[in-house]
């Protein structure tokens, strides 16, 4: 019998990763069109800010999980 890993589950609030990412990307790309207000810049930037503070967190939980995985199966 295969016993479940008691890791944290990564929290993404309201997104998850996919969306979050795209959003990433969409403010991105916005910033690259070049022609931008500094208050609507100001905002885009901690915006994305957040959101790539949220994506590495949940990369680095999933990798926490795959690396006891890894250890309790001897992989």
């Known amino acids: 019998m295969v016993q479940k890993l008691k890791l944290p589950e990564p929290d993404m609030s ?40 949220g994506l590495q967190e949940y990369l680095r939980t999933v990798e926490q999980r795959v690396t006891e995985m890894k250890k309790k199966f001897g992989v």
């Open 14 to 53: 309201t997104q998850n990763f996919p969306e979050q990412f795209a959003e990433l990307e969409k403010i991105t790309q916005w910033f690259e069109k070049g022609d931008v207000s500094i208050d609507e810049a100001l905002k885009k930037f901690e915006r994305g800010l957040q959101l790539a503070e």
